[in-house]
């Protein structure tokens, strides 16, 4: 696999999330619907803080 999953938290809600970093949809926060992710044809635009690495 070429991408990681990555933790994100919600700048609105504070919640944290896991992202795949080269998400290929929008990807919205589970509890405010806030947008963390957006695809860009490569790795995501994260809109959140980025807080650690889930999965290598």
Do not use: W
């Amino acid at each position: 696999m070429t991408g990681r999953f990555i933790k994100v938290q919600c700048k609105n809600c504070k919640s944290t999330q896991i992202v795949f970093e080269k998400a290929s949809t929008i990807v919205k926060c589970l509890k405010c619907n806030e947008i963390l992710a957006r695809p860009t044809g490569g790795k995501a635009k994260i809109y959140g803080r980025i807080v650690g690495i889930a999965i290598e």
